[in-house]
T-cell receptor, first 112, second 110 residues
Framework: DSGVTQTPKHLITATGQRVTLRCSPR?????VYWYQQSLDQGLQFLIQ???????AKGNILERFSAQQFPDLHSELNLSSLELGDSALYFC???????????FGDGTRLSIL | DQQVKQNSPSLSVQEGRISILNCDYT??????FLWYKKYPAEGPTFLIS?????DKNEDGRFTVFLNKSAKHLSLHIVPSQPGDSAVYFC?????????FGKGTHLIIQP
């Protein structure tokens, strides 16, 4: 058990819809990261938050956004969903710079 | 352009022998490297890491070697056990998120 909790485990929705994925980091970790894993692209970094503030951006689409709340949990919002957004979305947390990131078990998003 | 490459999609090793997984990178700004193990339907599990100021780090059966001049790192598992069968990902960090390789599926044969 990594200590990182992601909900829901599975999400099935339709094109054009909006969903919210939730992540609770390990106790004491201030950094939260979001990743997308698709069959053809592998694990891709989306965005990082540190203590409530956006810290780094990767290959995140404009239709996607995230935030980190005062209690340090984070949400990833995906809107105007397309078939190609079907993937596993992972959240990770770490204690700080150049510290290991610990991953949750992911949310599997299926777009019908 | 892949900045982190794992050129062996799969590797089969006999139980008790050494498993060596390899990883190459192209970005000389990477300063922290990690290995993760992943089972189906689970998130990646952190195994071991190494800073760019070191060339070796050990943790039990796992040792990571870093050759900065060759931009190459490797993970050694000794001795290999059946529970080590999984997909192994190499990852590198510059600023922010990790850049992952595509993974190597390690199969430990009895």
């Amino acid at each position: 058990d990594s200590g990182v909790t992601q909900t829901p485990k599975h999400l099935i929705t339709a094109t054009g819809q909006r969903v919210t994925l939730r992540c609770s980091p390990r106790s004491g970790d201030l950094s939260v990261y979001w990743y997308q894993q698709s069959l053809d692209q592998g694990l891709q970094f989306l965005i990082q938050y540190y203590n409530g503030e956006e810290r780094a951006k990767g290959n995140i689409l404009e239709r996607f956004s995230a935030q980190q709340f005062p209690d340090l949990h984070s949400e990833l919002n995906l809107s105007s969903l397309e078939l190609g957004d079907s993937a596993l979305y992972f959240c990770a947390s770490s204690a700080g710079f150049n510290q290991p990131q610990h991953f949750g078990d992911g949310t599997r998003l299926s777009i019908l | 352009d892949q900045q982190v490459k794992q050129n062996s999609p799969s590797l089969s090793v006999q139980e008790g022998r050494i498993s060596i997984l390899n990883c190459d990178y192209t970005n000389s700004m990477f300063d922290y490297f990690l290995w993760y193990k992943k089972y189906p339907a689970e998130g990646p599990t952190f195994l071991i890491s190494i800073s760019s100021i070191k060339d070796k780090n050990e943790d039990g059966r796992f040792t990571v070697f870093l050759n900065k001049s060759a931009k190459h790192l490797s993970l050694h598992i000794v001795p290999s056990q059946p529970g080590d069968s999984a997909v192994y990902f190499c990852a590198a960090s510059e600023v922010g998120g990790l850049t992952f390789g595509k993974g190597t599926h390690l199969i430990i044969q009895p």
